[in-house]
């Protein structure tokens, strides 16, 4: 038995968008059946022990699309969990689109963990993120963000980063913060092409990235940063059923076949390597999953930082290599630039902060100016 699970469901192909480095596949009308839903859900429950904790995600396509199913599968969810005894935790990813009346009522749901997804600077966001109709979309996404902060709801923005975009990278996240954002999952694009001279352009990047995070601490949050952060402090980092890689994290495709992790899903096609053996509708719990192997690079073993090191996601290493335990090194450059330039602005931070307090003769406690 699990003490956390991690389930995802994607709700629907569909999306009303067509963003040009989307993995996901075609964007077929074929939306989750209601019992898929509840079947997942179940099984899941019935994987964790009394006191443990469901962490229950949904994806499209556009999940706010099927807004109506997922406030009845977050409904649905909730009612056995309590009786389960487990915690429910709650999750979505838009695109920040959808405004319809019900979509809004998801969005707003008071503990939805709620992430939407914007690449900053309008003219970075809208070189990608357009509509099947080819129109931009980001001042559709910002009139959500504002909405969103009027009505005191949480949330945090989703920026990919690609080749083409991550010079301006530094400059969309002041512009986001200027209007209010404050809390960043960047996410590189696993699936472009990366050269050499554009690892080299990513440096400057995460360099320029992390002065903007050190420059706003405590009231700024850089998932590229924080969670480096509390590694190198030895800050206890909270459990989570992330990359627990169909052991402890399943992703269920509205068709009801099994995956390991949502972002391998694309189209559901059977020819799809990562695709699990059953159905979601074959078996009353997750428990016959096997763990599978994790970073088993001899390189990785012989790294001086590999303990403080995030590349041992098993869907990004696929992704990157065909390989879940081995890396590429895009990610090794990414990475050990993440943990270099946190541990430079703390360092900074720390000194700066040792410098500003001192005491005079009398002992008495002063700042400097």
């Known amino acids: 038995m699990h003490s956390r699970f991690g389930l995802t469901l994607m709700v629907n192909h569909a999306c009303n968008l067509r963003c040009t480095y989307c993995y996901t596949g075609d964007k077929l009308r074929r939306p989750m059946p209601l019992e898929i839903g509840r079947q997942a859900i179940d099984r899941a429950l019935a994987s964790l022990t009394a006191g443990g904790t469901l962490e229950l995600g949904f994806f499209g396509g556009e999940p706010l699309i099927e807004a109506e199913s997922i406030a009845r599968l977050v409904m649905y969810a909730a009612e056995q969990a309590d009786a389960a005894d487990v915690t429910l935790l709650c999750g979505l990813t838009t695109n920040g689109t959808i405004d319809t009346d019900a979509a809004w009522s998801v969005m707003t749901l008071p503990d939805l963990r709620l992430a939407i997804s914007h690449d900053g600077?309008?003219?970075?966001?809208?070189?990608?993120?357009?509509?099947?109709?080819?129109?931009?979309?980001?001042?559709?996404?910002?009139?959500?963000?504002?909405?969103?902060?009027?009505?005191?709801?949480?949330?945090?923005?989703?920026?990919?980063?690609?080749?083409?975009?991550?010079?301006?990278?530094?400059?969309?996240?002041?512009?986001?913060?200027?209007?209010?954002?404050?809390?960043?999952?960047?996410?590189?694009?696993?699936?472009?092409?990366?050269?050499?001279?554009?690892?080299?352009?990513?440096?400057?990047?995460?360099?320029?990235?992390?002065?903007?995070?050190?420059?706003?601490?405590?009231?700024?949050?850089?998932?590229?940063?924080?969670?480096?952060?509390?590694?190198?402090?030895?800050?206890?980092?909270?459990?989570?059923?992330?990359?627990?890689?169909?052991?402890?994290?399943?992703?269920?495709?509205?068709?009801?076949?099994?995956?390991p992790c949502e972002r391998l899903i694309g189209a559901d096609e059977p020819a799809n390597r990562m695709r699990l053996a059953g159905h979601v509708t074959e078996g009353e719990d997750f428990l016959d999953r096997r763990r599978e192997p994790g970073r088993s690079d001899d390189g990785c073993q012989r790294c001086a930082v590999s303990e403080l090191c995030s590349t041992t996601c098993r869907c990004s290493n696929y992704i990157r290599t065909g390989d879940i335990s081995r890396p590429d090194g895009l990610l090794c450059l990414w990475d050990q630039a993440c943990l270099r330039e946190t541990v430079r602005v703390l360092k900074a931070r720390t000194s700066l902060q040792q410098r500003e307090v001192s005491h005079d003769k009398r002992g008495t406690l002063t700042r400097w100016a």
């Open 121 to 259: 600077l309008p003219e970075v966001h809208d070189r990608h993120r357009i509509t099947a109709e080819g129109a931009a979309t980001s001042s559709r996404v910002l009139r959500t963000i504002e909405r969103l902060q009027a009505a005191g709801k949480k949330f945090r923005v989703v920026s990919v980063v690609r080749p083409d975009t991550v010079d301006e990278l530094p400059r969309s996240l002041v512009f986001l913060y200027d209007l209010g954002v404050s809390y960043f999952d960047l996410s590189l694009d696993l699936w472009a092409r990366w050269t050499v001279g554009d690892g080299d352009r990513l440096l400057g990047a995460v360099r320029a990235c992390a002065d903007f995070w050190g420059e706003r601490l405590p009231d700024c949050a850089v998932s590229w940063f924080d969670d480096k952060a509390g590694r190198f402090a030895g800050v206890p980092i909270d459990e989570t059923a992330r990359c627990g890689f169909g052991y402890s994290e399943i992703a269920v495709a509205p068709s009801g076949n099994l995956y």
